[in-house]
């Protein structure tokens, strides 16, 4: 049978929507006996057997494909199926046999999804293979990462030099270019890094969003310099996931038509059948978030079907599109189809012959057959001339649109203008105290005229974070070429949207914000901003008891401490207007780095001897009145205590006491200075320290030392005006002056 | 007006469906051109101004509404409703004169919600305003917890001894019983602690678990002991909240009938209007979760709406109900009603007095005018008759069922059985090597016999955590009598749930289980159970790079450290079979201190030395060939590194050093031992230490001092076999070695 067909697109969905037949019994579809629709009479009697969630997503199915019949395409011949499933046996055998060789992965996603994923990279993606990070390629995520042999696969065939047969043959090996799970920062023509189920999805939304920004900004009416879809495949997993609510609603919200997600709906999860936990149904969710939800209910061989959805998915351009592709996990096991037992470990010899049997797959282990290889060789070229049409195109519209062509590029190059440092504000000791967070927002405005890539917002407390960009509109569906980003209560989601956009063009530099505390609702994007490598910055207002009032749910105590102990990020917690804008000097230069800016709501002076410089080697002298490096005391303090550190310094040096005061705003810049700078700020001679910040004293022994003292909080906060608190909880320069006697 | 109706249920719903007129004209709701169902002909035109979300809103409802007008009631009599106005306007005032007098909190909810506030606690729930702790109490969960001046105020009126007239005026002080938001371990009558959005909700599904549980287990046919409802308020920025997704799906799926939520619609969050951000059809996910779903399209004014509501929310048993009810935030005042400026700042006097005149409250600040007092007065009297009648059932109950009585009373007390720790397995050197999360599901395994209250699940890996109990069946919504519960992949929504079921009854023991990393996922769950001191057991398994081929997505680091720094919370690594079975010693007998285990998917040898003892003191010595306390050297592991600090010491030892051997399970209950005991362990003269962990060394110089060395993982891990990891980062037993003897 040729793969071709002469259907009708509506024909085809009509088709599918009155079959009676499945392959998968689950799955069989009956009319219902509700009330037909605009004269449509339904004959067919209820099915008893029929799922109640089957029964909803299919009524409300039902509705849409009615809405939807009217836009009739005609789908169009592509490869003959012979060699389509010679292809997609391909990519299934790649899976086992590497998964084989390691004896460890997940084979059964990789064998469900290889007919989708046959499509979107054969005939479908827009890509260069040898050259994995053009701009406007098209972009996919396997949000259910643990199916990375898929990916995998699909890069080798594609002609990837990042996934050669060695590299398969070494999966999951020590130092390989194939992890298990697929990671951005080692395997070129990886996106994102998933895994941790539900962040490639929300990642995915940054990714598109970030390519309708750019398309709203840039492009021309003869120009769409711009213009790239975002392919997601994401499973079951993921969709249990709040995460992905979180992003889809925001998807849904910002209409963001050219974000195409593949649903794996295998039914089956680690624990088994996704029965025992996830009956909802995804179609009418995903319907009620704003999304054009198509299913195909033959995923394993409905190549057509598969077509079919995704050209109907480029026509819908106002919504995102949710395509429900029901699959077999470990498609083509004779004995472990079906079951959780091919989800992550390897089939074991025997069920792999049994498994090449019933597949008539003769080849030996990693084979791809010549015809097949033949077939996607053309990628190289056509991936080489789509590159170099749209470089073409480039060169006409740098030659039209000089500026705008310029812009862009730095953002494609991630190349920051020369001297936007420059436009960081600095403050002397007769600036008026203010809050770090309002001093934070002064910085963003500065940079958002300096830095093209510079855009973000907050989880729905722009005014208390202070966040606005004065100079934009929001983004929205209609205003897309706005930068301020309305992300509403949803940090787990932004964190990860905006690894998508990071990680989208190296010129694009995101920030979102929150307060403190609820970073612990955003951890897991933010883990992944400093595994991937994806420099976004994190504004983190409300950073300690100094809130008040609101009380201990909403007072961070342990934050500080838990991501100091994170490894490649950057926890920075600025005491002034001079430390906050170091702090963003700093963010903005570490591109692969996350930052986190711990910010006060309390007014903080500008202090003496605070300065940008400081900031960048994380730890600082800001006064000292001793000298040939031999204080009697050193106290050291962070953010919205090293005023107090200041004031305690004062009333020892009344005393005759030589003191000195560091500011110590990163832990990790400090680590990384020479072993001479660190011995000039914190002699190890002097073991008279005393240190004050308003958190867990979790970690300070390292600083002070075993002889020194760390005054902090090891419990919870409480609720009060803040001068009560701190007074309370011995946050004083009483204390510190106390401690320091005692010490020196 | 008379507030009774003689209304239909049926015909209440349908006057609301086709009224054209609403008190909020963003919620006119038309009828629609979309075809007709079951011959009702509609002859209304499409109003062309009604949002797309509305019109996919009110499609479904009419849906909905048509099927569901089948069960009809009649509404009874209430108290009248010029009552019920001057006692909701006292809820209104005694919100905004405690937030005029904090100057800080949120008075906007208040005014909305009084009226369904009045309506649960006056009319509906069923409590003991003498005994909050009363068991069968009808449980409430203000999952908004910025408007707690709500509930406060109810709990007043009530007559609840924890919030008396000067605790009003003292709101949000220092010391106070009515802290910034509701905890529920400062004021007795709540129920949970929230304020960190969605995690209520998810709580109440805990709680309606709990009552859905037991009232299987123990409830007979003669006698429903157990028999409560819970209510949640929960508002905007709940439902934007993927924590809130993942609870209720899973609150559909199990079908808690007595589970009933009113959705705060005040279309205004802290940014602004929600359509900023929150275009969804929230109406249409509940009912894709598999809730019934009812509008009050006037939550402001309409007294009977709201009654009917609930009445049809209490007659559809096998679903959860959410009523949304459309509200104005801060109704009543004339000028920032229905804005964000009523959401979280106090009015100001001049709009307190402009909303006194508009509202007709002529009293003075704090009032609680006669008439009120006197009808609320009644809730005392009345909640001691509920729960004596209870008492009195519960008395012949005991008589028919002593067995079912005893357990439960213990649940219901917090009592543990005597004896019930030497179910727990020991080990000796001779047995088997094993994984810690396989000998943890022995512990789980041995306790769900003696421990009526333990129950619990994963997080979809059951089958990796190894958390079954063997001897029951899956809770589900046709047997939920069984404990073993199946979270699917909602680590949050596990967390947040289980800390419901734990702050049900003081005798319940939830256990909840993932991969070490995704405790990242969960962390703003873990830290509620650590603030609301729910004794929750964390079993957290693949707890470092031993894990292997998953790679560093899935391997933690900073994770140890990042609990060790968090107050009120157990972070215990046992080594082997017996440190497991005290592990879990410790964790059942904190029932106010939530713990986590972290436990190796790698299998480990039991060390000679380990004990039950030990791990009840935090750190111990497991072996010692030095005499005189004063060890050459001392090894200092936890979890799987105590084995490799094991086989150090054996080769030091050969050389003629002597060394002690630590394990440091806990580090909180270390600290909690005497000066005496950690001498005895850790001498201060002895600063040749040598720590080995496979996590972040970050901590740990408070352990080893400025003269030790810490080995450990201060990067992101790799994607290979977990012997070749430990050894590239250098996580063995030479390093140890060769450590020591640099320093001894």
């Given amino acids: 049978m040729a793969s071709s067909s002469s259907l009708t697109l509506s024909q085809a969905l009509l088709a599918r929507a009155i079959s009676h037949q499945s392959t998968d019994h689950r799955l069989s579809l009956s009319t219902l006996s509700i009330p037909s629709f605009s004269g449509l009479k339904s004959t067919t009697p209820l099915a008893s057997s029929t799922s109640s969630r089957r029964v909803l997503s299919t009524r409300v199915n039902h509705i849409h494909r009615r809405i939807r019949a009217a836009a009739v395409e005609t789908l169009n011949a592509t490869t003959e199926t012979s060699l389509v499933e010679e292809s997609v046996n391909t990519i299934r055998f790649l899976a086992i046999d590497a998964v084989e060789k390691a004896n460890s992965g997940h084979p059964g996603l990789p064998m469900g999804c290889a007919p989708m994923g046959h499509i979107l990279y054969d005939e479908i993606m827009r890509y260069n293979p040898k050259n994995p990070y053009w701009f406007n390629r098209d972009r996919f995520v396997l949000s259910a990462g643990h199916g990375c ?3 995998y696969a699909l890069l080798h065939l594609a002609g990837y030099d990042s996934v050669k ?9 020590w130092g390989s270019k194939t992890p298990g799970h697929p990671e951005n920062f080692e395997t070129p023509g990886v996106e994102v890094t998933t895994g941790p189920l539900g962040q490639g999805i929300a990642n995915a939304v940054g990714l598109a969003l970030a390519e309708k920004h750019l398309a709203a900004r840039y492009n021309k009416p003869d120009s769409e310099i711009v213009d790239h879809y975002t392919y997601v495949i994401l499973g079951d997993g993921c969709n249990m996931e709040g995460i992905s609510n979180e992003a889809c609603s925001l998807a849904g919200h910002w209409g963001l038509g050219k974000l195409i997600a593949f649903y794996d709906d295998n039914h089956i999860s680690i624990d088994g059948d996704t029965e025992i936990a996830f009956t909802e149904s995804v179609d009418t969710r995903f319907e009620a978030l704003g999304w054009h939800v198509i299913w195909v209910k033959n995923g394993n061989t409905g190549y057509d079907d598969i077509r079919a959805a995704i050209k109907e998915a480029k026509a819908v351009t106002d919504k995102p599109t949710l395509i429900k592709v029901t699959t077999t996990i470990g498609f083509g096991s004779p004995n472990k189809a079906n079951s959780y037992s091919v989800h992550g470990s ?11 049997k019933n597949l008539g797959w003769p080849y030996e282990p990693f084979h791809v057959p010549e015809v097949v290889k033949k077939h996607w060789s053309r990628h190289t070229p056509k991936g080489a001339s789509l590159e170099a049409e749209w470089n073409a195109k480039f060169a006409e519209y740098e030659k039209k649109y000089p500026e705008e062509a310029a812009e862009l590029k730095s953002i494609i190059k991630g190349e920051l203008p020369a001297g936007w440092e420059k436009a960081l504000p600095t403050y002397t000791p007769e600036s008026p105290a203010d809050a770090t967070r309002n001093l934070s927002q002064q910085c963003l405005n500065a940079l958002a005229t300096v830095l093209p890539g510079l855009l973000g917002g907050s989880a729905d407390l722009a005014s208390s974070n202070m966040t606005l960009l004065k100079m934009f509109g929001d983004f929205q569906k209609e205003t897309p070429e706005e930068r301020n980003v309305r992300f509403g209560v949803r940090e787990h989601g932004m964190g990860a949207i905006s690894n998508g956009i990071a990680l989208h063009s190296p010129g694009m530099i995101p920030y979102c914000a929150t307060f403190f505390v609820f970073t612990d609702y955003m951890r897991g994007a933010i883990r992944l901003s400093a595994l991937s490598e994806a420099g976004v910055i994190y504004v983190m207002t409300h950073d300690s008891i100094g809130l008040g009032e609101d009380g ?15 490894p490649n990020i950057l926890m920075l917690r600025p005491a002034d207007g001079n430390e906050t804008a170091g702090a963003y000097k700093v963010a903005v230069l570490n591109r692969k780095r996350p930052s986190v800016l711990a910010l006060s709501r309390q007014k903080l002076p500008n202090l003496a001897g605070s300065s940008i410089e400081g900031v960048e080697k994380g730890g600082y002298t800001i006064s000292d009145n001793s000298s040939g490096n031999k204080p009697d005391v050193i106290l050291i303090g962070t953010g919205s205590e090293l005023e107090i550190a200041v004031k305690a310094a004062e009333e020892l040096r009344k005393e005759g006491k030589a003191v000195r005061v560091v500011s110590l705003v990163s832990w990790e810049l400090f680590d990384e200075q020479s072993d001479a700078y660190k011995e000039s700020v914190l002699p190890a001679a002097v073991t008279a320290r005393v240190s004050i910040e308003a958190g867990s004293t979790f970690g300070w022994e390292k600083i002070v030392g075993s002889k020194g003292k760390a005054i902090g909080i090891d419990r919870f906060g409480a609720s009060a005006p803040a001068g009560k608190i701190y007074k309370e909880f011995g946050i004083t320069s009483d204390a510190v002056v106390a401690a320091a006697k005692q010490l020196s």
Same sequence: chains 1, 2.
């Fill in 149 to 151: 042999m898929l990916q």
């Fill in 165 to 173: 047969e060695e590299d398969l043959k070494s999966f999951r090996q």
């Fill in 346 to 356: 390897a089939l074991g010899a025997k069920e792999v012959d049994a498994t090449r």
């Fill in 552 to 566: 201990p749910t909403h007072q961070p105590i342990e934050h500080l401490a838990s991501f100091r102990a994170m």
